[in-house]
Structure formats: C-alpha cells, structure tokens
C-alpha cells in the first residue's frame, strides 16, 4: 500500500510538472484545459492616443451620504434642521419603499446611518426643544436644551460616532443662554460636552466643562482627547440642574482630517486615482445655488435637496472641491445650473472661480481665503436638461451662457447635452456649435458612441472646429450578458436583486471594466467619462465609506487598476481560438515602446491564453502581470473583508520575444504590460 501511494504521487508530480505551467502560489489558476489564442495586428485602431481622462468620476451633493461620508465632520444634523423625509425618487431608484429595512441590502454599512439627536431619559425633567426662525445661528433652526430637574444633569446625545485611539477630536458650536438680546446672561450656565462609550454616559472617554455666560450666541472651541479607546461611542452636550441653554451649528473633527476631508478617504481616493471629478450633479446641479457653497462655514445655510428630499450641508462646497482635487490629482469638472439658474449666475461662479482680483467675484475669492484663482477648464452645462427644455430650446439657451461665460473667461470648455436628444444633435450643433466644445452623451454601447463621433467629426469637418465627445456620467452593464451576450455562465452567475445590489458585486465591477476598454478604443476623441459615483450612494461607487473606514468596492478595484493602465494606441487583433467568456485588448503606450495587454475573464474556468505579436516586429524580454480575480462574479468586498477581490501581481522573464503564454484567472481582469 505504502509503495503504491509513493508512485501515484510521483505520477502526480510527473504529470504536473511536465503540463501545468509555472504559477505563483497566491495564484487561484492550476492545470487548464480551456484556451485563447491571439494575435496581435499592426495596425493602429485610433488616430489620436487615448485621453487620460477616460478614467474620472463623479460627485453628487444631497445624495446617500455620498459627501458627508467622505467629509471628516462626525455630527449629523449638526445644525438640528427639521429633515424632509426621502422622496419618492429615491425610492423608485432603489426599488425599495421606505417602510423596508435597508440595513438588509447587500450595499449596506455604517456610512448609511442617520443618528438623530435625542435626550437621554435618565433624566424625565430634561426636554429638547426646536426653536425654528427664531434664536438661531446656522440653517433656520436651533436647539433649545431646558433643564428642570435640580439634581440632574440633562444630556442631549448623538450615538453611532466611531472614535480612534489617540486621536484629538475638536467639538466647536455656538451656545448661548437662549435671551436672543441680552448680552449678559442673567444667570451663566454650566455645561458639559464629551465622548463615552456608546450611552454610557457616566463613563467619560474626554469630557470637559465650560460656562456659557452670554444671553446670545458665542462660540465655543473644545478639544477632546481620546487615549485608548476605538469604537463606537455618543456625543454629548449636558446642561446643569435648573440650567437652560441653547445651541446651534455644532460641529466634531477629528484632528487628522485633511482640510475638512477624511484623511483615509483621501487615501483611497489616491489608490483610485479619478482622472476628472464632476461637481456638484447630478440632479442636484440643476436646482443648486453655488453660493450655498462659498465662503465661511457658518454662514453656508444647509438645505433639502430639492430632488432627493434629506438634507445636505453644503459643508463641502466649490473650494472644498479644489482642495481635494488638487490633493488627489485629479482635473475639476463643473456642472452649471442651467435648467433653473441664470446665465449672469454662472457667468458670476465662473469668474469666482477663474478671475483675477481685479474682478468683484475674485476679490470675494481673495477675500474668502483662495488668492489664487481655482482655474477650473471644463463646465458642463447642467444635467438631464430634457426633464424641463427641448432640445432646440435647450442648445439656444447654451448660446445664451456660453456668450456670458465667455466674457469672463474666453478659455473655459464647454459641454453640451447630446443625450435624450439623439435625432436632434445635427441641429443643436448648427445652433450652439460655435460656442461649446464638447458632447456627453450616456450611452454604453460602442456603436451609439461611434455614431456621435461621426455626427461631431462632420461638423468639426465642416467648421474648422475640435469638439470631442464624453460621457459625464455613466453607470456600467447590469448583467454579463450585455457586455458579452454569447458568454457562457453558469446557472444563478447572473446577478439578481436590485440595481444597487448588483453594483457592488464583482461581476459588475468587470462589465465597468469592459466599457474604460471600449472608451480606450474610441481613442483621443473621445476626452473624458465620469463614473457614477465616486463614494457609498447605495453601493453605486468605487470607495465605501463607513463610519468605521474606507475600503475600495469592486469597482473601485477596477479603476485602480485600469487607471495605471500605460494603454494609449489601441491596436487591431484576430482571436484564433476562443471562447465567449473573455474580452482581449491590445495597445502600445504613449511612446510606442510597451505591449499592453488587457484581458477580461468572465467565466469560472481558468483559460490557456496564447498570444502572438510577431507582426510587430517587437521583441519583449519581460511581462509584467497584474490580475484581480475571485472566485466569483457576485464576490464584494466589505468592511470585514475588503480584499475579497484579490490581487496578484508577478514579473516574468520572456523567452523568444513574440508571444507569451499564461494561465487567465477565472472571473478576472488582468494587466500584462510587456517591456524591451
């Protein structure tokens, strides 16, 4: 028995040696039956190389803690506005209704979560009043805090604030004794304002007691320090025995923010790399004031997103937004207000942003801290244009801006709406075409694209001019099947569920992929894409934020890849043997020296890819190969596991030159760069 068991292994070993090629060990591939044959052509498929900004994304204020998430403020409804419920939009969007529970979704995480403020019952004489119009300091609205218990202290909490050990947390609010013109309270108050465990407010982790001896409002600067404790904790304000105070624009930082933003969100926003950001819509563009979003923070009203219902702060604003893009790199997209602003509104944020202090606008930027101009290119000119203007209509009331835009700033590029007004888009570009640079259109399939470059290319033909065409914000395929129809998938590999559900899953994150290929074939003409969206808003993102951290979606996993993608001249290529589960790519970089190979696997069988390139006279001595993979295409990454979608990364030396041989992972997206 024993000898027997010796020669059956060693014929194992035998067979696996001589057939199974060489894979690292964190690799998921082992022997493979299935095989890809390729070869790839000389022949250029593009005339111009491929725009960086192929890879951008998107930023939608008012909607699923999308901004809040990603700003570093711990406090909700820190100004205790009275909050309109959700909308029915929302709802349909997530073909949900607001009597179910959303905590069961697949998409769901802390960075979801609406803590109200509340006062704790222990104490039955302490009450919190809103004082609407009256009294208040920030919003339209405060907080009135009556004590009148003469033993108790009265505590006006907020839980679900996730603490760090070490970090200092700065609270700053504006408190007063609630006799709105009286400079000197009658009677100062004391107050206590500090971090516990979560309601365990007898437990202090920083506390600190301060007197509020103004009848008005002053405000009240605390840092609070927390040593050793990570978790879960509340927020608290209390009001001595027989005290009454009341307060309004309440705020909780912690001390490793970066400029008002997350410092981990940031981070990961590196690892993304967006290309471009849109800003501030979406939906929201079309009914934003932008000097809700100027200025000092106290003097920025919250408002109720007029499509969404909520609330949002408007703490992240136009400046806010060049901080952040400076920081991470990417370009600054705008999105004007054109369905119920005014071309004078726009012209005046254009200036604000672009103009010299010489101009009124920039001197208020001068003025507000930013002494250089914010030199933002690209401003779209609103979104959706077609819920309220035909298109006609629409492409006049784009002469209209561009001409008062232009006279503040002649070197800003302007993106017209081409979607929704397909049969139109001849018409509109002899309307509006001297005055814009640029089409967006929505749409996902190749040829649709194709179509919009040839309408723009005749007219550039006709006119002398350069338009290019993007697509400021496009969700992916819902299913494998759009992007590749004949694929081969097992029985129950196509995601069901909501949209939303399906967003965060990997089998979505490669049918993305697979549209940043087809944006890389259009070629230069094709300027930029924004992905929809960048953080939480129902799992539509590439980096969740929870309360607890950041982590990169599927998607996320995607663009992080493909963003240090060299690709820049897509090249032609015949497959020789193939099955319908895998999408190839081939292109040279920028100077023409590197092979890049883009290969996307959706089956669950690994695949034998054999690829040939001796027609182009290249010789490459080493491949360099990067593959995300998983085992499945609903696999997500989560809180608890944010690297459920694995990455291997590995160098091999090459032999001959001209083609390469390896194993593609099953349900992959792999990058093979091939170097002299």
Known sequence: MIKNSYFSLFGLFLFLTLFCPAIPSSSPSSCSQERFEVA?????????????????????????????????????NRSFEEITPYKPYVWDWLSRSASDDLTKEAWWHSGYEENKWYINTANPGAEMLPRPFWGFRHGVQSVDIHNSSKAQWAVLAQDGIHLRKGLTYRFSGWMGTGQT???????????????????????????????VTSGIFSEFKIDLQVADFEGRASFALSVEPGGRVVGDAFSLLPSD??????????????????????FPGGCFA????????????????????????????????????????????????????????????????????????????????????????????????????????????????????????????????????????????????????????GITDRALAEDALRQDLEVIGAYNRAHGRSLFLCNTEWISWQTVKEVLPSAILKPGEELEGTLQN??????????????????????????????????????????????????????????????GSPAAWPLAHSIRRGRPNILFQAAWDRDKKNLVLQILNFGREKTRLAVDWQALGFKARQAEVTSLWTGSLQAQNTLANPEAIRRTDRTEKL??????????????????????
């Open 181 to 211: 013109a009286v400079e000197v309270a009658e009677k100062p108050v004391r107050i206590k304002v500090g971090l516990y465990p979560e309601r365990q407010f007898g437990r202090p982790l920083a506390e600190k007691e301060i007197l």
């Open 655 to 676: 032999k001959g030159g001209s083609s390469f041989k390896w194993d593609i992972p099953a349900c992959s997206v792999s990058l093979v760069v091939l170097k002299l």
């Open 286 to 437: 079309s009914f934003y004031n932008w000097r809700d979003g100027i200025g000092p923070g106290i003097d920025r009203n919250p408002r109720e997103p007029a499509y969404w219902g909520g609330l949002e702060n408007n703490d992240v604003g136009i400046a806010e937004l060049i901080d952040l893009c400076r920081e991470v790199g990417a370009e600054p997209f705008y999105c004007l207000n054109v369905m119920t602003g005014s071309a004078e509104e726009a012209a005046a944020l254009v200036a604000y942003c672009n103009g010299g202090e010489e101009h009124p606008m920039g001197a208020l930027r001068v003025r507000h801290g930013y002494p250089e101009p914010f030199g933002i290119r690209y401003w779209e000119l609103d979104n959706e244009i077609m819920r309220r203007l035909g298109a006609l209509e629409y492409a006049a009331r784009c002469v209209q801006f561009a001409k008062a835009i232009r006279a503040v700033d002649p070197t800003v590029k302007l993106v017209m709406i081409g979607y929704g007004f397909e049969p139109y888009l001849v018409q509109m570009l002899e309307i509006a075409g001297e005055w814009i640079d």
């Open 257 to 278: 923010n970066f400029k008002g933003w997350r410092r981990d969100a940031v981070e990961a926003m590196k690892r993304v790399k967006p290309s471009i950001i849109r």
């Open 502 to 563: 399906r967003e965060v899953r990997w089998g979505y994150a490669m049918t993305a992929a697979a549209e940043l290929l087809l944006f890389q074939r259009l070629g230069g003409d094709f300027l930029f894409g924004n992905f929809n969206n960048l953080a939480n808003t129902w799992g539509q993102n590439v980096i969740e934020c929870a309360k607890e951290g950041v982590w990169l979606s599927a998607a996320g996993r995607v663009f992080e890849l493909l963003t």
């Open 40 to 76: 790839v052509e000389p022949k250029v498929i593009v005339t111009k190389p491929l725009s960086p900004l192929i890879y951008g994304n998107f930023i939608e204020l008012g909607l699923a803690h999308q901004v809040d998430r990603m700003w570093a403020e711990l406090l909700w």
